[in-house]
């Protein structure tokens, strides 16, 4: 059973770096891209950038370039998702996504708040 | 970019009735290699995201068959044959057929 397990809610003052985790089970880590995505509260969802595992690279969505990092570990099968000079804008839940966003994590909540 | 719009964003349903939810986007989305990547999702109260459609009519496994997707080109459609309980959530249209990847804003559905 393929399953994308995330960390944990994070609490941030603004202008800080958060990173977060999504650890995947049930399948091979190289087979398929792994997309993030942002939602605010009560807001929709926004694709923020992906990563292919197997040769580490990544595509960026243009509103987040040059502050989200996205990595993978090959060795824990672990993707991240680095957001940095945070903002109170940026409180959020984030997901990961795979196999076209046919599986999805559980989410992780991120509040930026001074 | 391209842009994808639903309408309607707001949906209130009887139990039993039929519910459609259109996606739109700035230009058709047939892909180069012939496919259409239009993917449809719902999102119920407090969850993740769940995939029900991949290229415009595709069910996810365990999606129920009062499900459907249609259309073609730039227009798009999501029917729900007979509205039940667990239908209540946001639903979202996605194109994937360019980068980078457009959510459309959500459609709310609602019991009446």
């Known amino acids: 059973e393929v399953q994308l397990v995330q960390s944990g809610a994070e609490v941030k003052k603004p202008g800080t770096t958060v990173k977060i985790s999504c650890t995947v089970f049930?399948?091979?880590?190289?087979?398929?891209?792994m997309y993030w995505v942002q939602q605010a509260p009560g807001k929709g969802l926004e694709w923020m950038g992906l990563?292919?595992?197997?040769?580490?690279?990544?595509i960026y969505a243009e509103k987040f370039q040059g502050r989200v990092t996205i990595t993978a570990d090959t060795s824990t099968d672990t993707a991240y998702m680095e957001l940095s000079s945070l903002r109170a804008d940026d409180t959020a839940v984030y997901y990961c996504?795979?196999?076209?966003?046919?599986?999805w994590g559980q989410g992780t909540l991120v509040t930026v708040s001074s | 970019d391209v842009v994808v719009t639903q309408s309607p964003l707001s949906l209130s349903v009887t139990l039993g009735q039929p519910a459609s939810i259109s996606c739109r986007s700035s230009?058709?989305?047939?892909?180069?290699?012939?496919?259409?990547?239009l993917n449809w999702f719902q999102q119920r109260p407090g969850q993740s995201p769940r995939r029900l459609f991949y290229?415009?009519?595709n069910r996810d496994s365990g999606v129920p068959d009062r499900f459907s997707g249609s259309g073609s080109g730039a227009d798009f459609t999501l029917k729900i044959s007979r509205v039940e309980s667990e239908d209540v959530g946001v639903y979202y249209c996605?194109?994937?057929?360019?980068?980078?990847?457009?959510f459309g804003q959500g459609t709310k559905v609602e019991i009446k």
């Open positions: 990563v292919d595992p197997e040769d580490g690279e990544t």
């Open positions: 290229q415009v009519s």
């Open positions: 049930g399948y091979t880590f190289t087979d398929s891209d």
């Open positions: 230009q058709s989305l047939v892909h180069s290699d012939g496919n259409t990547y």
């Open positions: 996504a795979t196999f076209g966003f046919d599986y």
């Open positions: 996605m194109q994937g057929s360019y980068w980078p990847p457009a």
